[in-house]
């Protein structure tokens, strides 16, 4: 062997071998904890007991009929609740939040008024996917969940 030249030892391999999992396993926790960080929550509190009654709800959500669609323009979100006949439908009362969809930071609680054709709350909205997650009422006390899904685009 000549001087100068350098040899691939076990001690190299070694370096190589432990470095690449150090790689790994510092992308996966770097991964893991922005995936808790942004984790927006329980949906329900014992999802066992909600199972238990969720056909019951969501036939007789079904049976309302009701189609809803939102849009987000000057300012303001229009939420759209509409009948099978297509029929605006006023609700007995409305909550919403309204946020991303991949955490909490800009979830806001729009009061929306009914106009006799539909709901209109005040909210600068920036650019991307936003969710409404709506609770309502229908007048015979049946309850309406849904998550409405609007995009604004500029």
């Known amino acids: 062997m000549t ?7 076990g001690r190299h391999a070694a370096m190589i071998f432990i470095s690449a ?3 790994i396993i510092g992308v ?12 927006p929550g329980l949906e329900v509190k014992n999802s066992y ?15 309302l009929g009701w189609h809803i669609t939102a849009e987000a323009s000057g300012g303001f979100v229009i ?3 509409l009948d099978q006949d297509g029929r605006a439908v006023e ?23 009914f106009d006799g054709r539909v709901y209109v709350a005040r909210a600068e909205l ?6 409404i997650r709506m609770k309502a ?18």
């Open 3 to 9: 001087t100068g030249e350098k040899r691939f030892t």
């Open 21 to 23: 999992f150090a790689v």
């Open 28 to 39: 996966n926790l770097v991964l893991a904890f922005s995936a808790v960080k942004t984790f």
């Open 49 to 63: 007991v909600a199972s238990q009654t969720f056909d019951d709800r969501k036939l007789a959500q079904e049976a």
């Open 79 to 81: 939420l759209s609740v």
């Open 91 to 113: 609700v007995q009362n409305l909550e919403a939040v309204l946020g991303r969809a991949t955490h909490v930071k800009d979830d806001l609680q729009p009061e929306f008024q």
């Open 126 to 131: 920036g650019e991307g996917n936003w969710n």
């Open 137 to 154: 009422q229908a007048y015979d006390g049946t309850p309406f969940e849904q998550r409405v899904i609007l995009r604004v685009e500029r």
